[in-house]
């Protein structure tokens, strides 16, 4: 069945320094691509996506390339801030074309960032 | 824009009795809500897709019995836990999707979430 592995956390940085957090899935057929990232107290938020190969998303400085011979959407950011501590989730979906999305959600995983 | 409230965030009940939980859109008409469930250091496990006015789809091994949900309006899905155990314990999050352009349509916006505990 379709599936996605993520790093296990907790990931503990420093500030301004370079995260990467791994994901890698599992899909029968083309799946979109997602990172979504939950700040305590708060609901899940959609990070960036890719619906396609070779697709970059990105926001907030956060990047992730879609790669599809390697299966994987790895979440990167060059220099991360304290408040970029929350759990990050990575996703699939392989609804989008119907216009109905159903996601598969990896494990998450914890940042913390510390001055 | 897009805010999703799940109420309560936090319930404690007694092993036998029923917990209803609220997910509702503020700012938006929610033709479709989804409900998952979170086990400790799990990932998110999609229970059942909620339609305005239809009957839920549930996903393999979820009990239709056991998690009853109404979507009643556009703004609001419930979800009720029945006859309640421990190990139904867990944390169940919602989310809505925004219905305006095909983008948006495939964006799920997500509650906080209710901490369910059964004594």
């Known amino acids: 069945g379709d599936s996605v592995t993520q790093m296990e956390g907790p990931v503990t940085l420093s500030e301004e320094a370079f995260l990467t957090i791994n994901c890698t899935y599992t899909?029968?057929?083309?799946?979109?691509l997602f990172w979504y990232v939950q700040y305590p107290g708060e609901g899940l938020q959609l990070l960036l996506k890719?619906?396609?190969?070779?697709d970059k998303g990105s926001n907030k400085g956060f990047e992730a390339t879609y790669r599809k011979e390697t299966t994987s959407f790895h979440l990167e950011k060059g220099s991360v801030q304290v408040s970029d501590s929350a759990v990050y989730f990575c996703?699939?979906?392989?609804?989008?074309?119907?216009?109905?999305?159903?996601?598969?959600f990896g494990t998450g995983t914890r940042l913390l960032v510390s001055p | 824009g897009a805010v999703v409230s799940q109420h309560p965030s936090w319930v404690i009940c007694k092993s036998g009795t029923s917990v209803k939980i609220e997910c509702r859109s503020l700012?938006?008409?929610?033709?479709?809500m989804f409900w998952y469930r979170q086990f400790p250091k799990q990932s998110l496990m999609l229970m059942a897709t909620?339609?305005?006015?239809?009957?839920?789809?549930?996903e393999q091994g979820v009990e239709k019995d056991k998690f009853l949900i109404n979507h009643a309006s556009l703004t609001l899905s419930t979800l009720t836990v029945t006859s309640a155990h421990p190990e139904d314990s867990s944390f169940y999050i919602c989310?809505?999707?925004?219905?305006?352009?095909?983008?948006?349509?495939?964006?799920?916006?997500f509650g906080a979430g209710t901490r369910l505990s059964v004594l």
């Open positions: 989310s809505a999707i925004h219905p305006s352009g095909w983008e948006a349509k495939n964006i799920q916006y």
């Open positions: 899909a029968t057929g083309y799946p979109s």
């Open positions: 890719a619906t396609k190969a070779d």
């Open positions: 996703a699939l979906s392989l609804g989008m074309n119907t216009g109905f999305q159903k996601l598969v």
């Open positions: 700012d938006f008409q929610a033709t479709t």
């Open positions: 909620s339609n305005e006015g239809s009957k839920a789809t549930y």
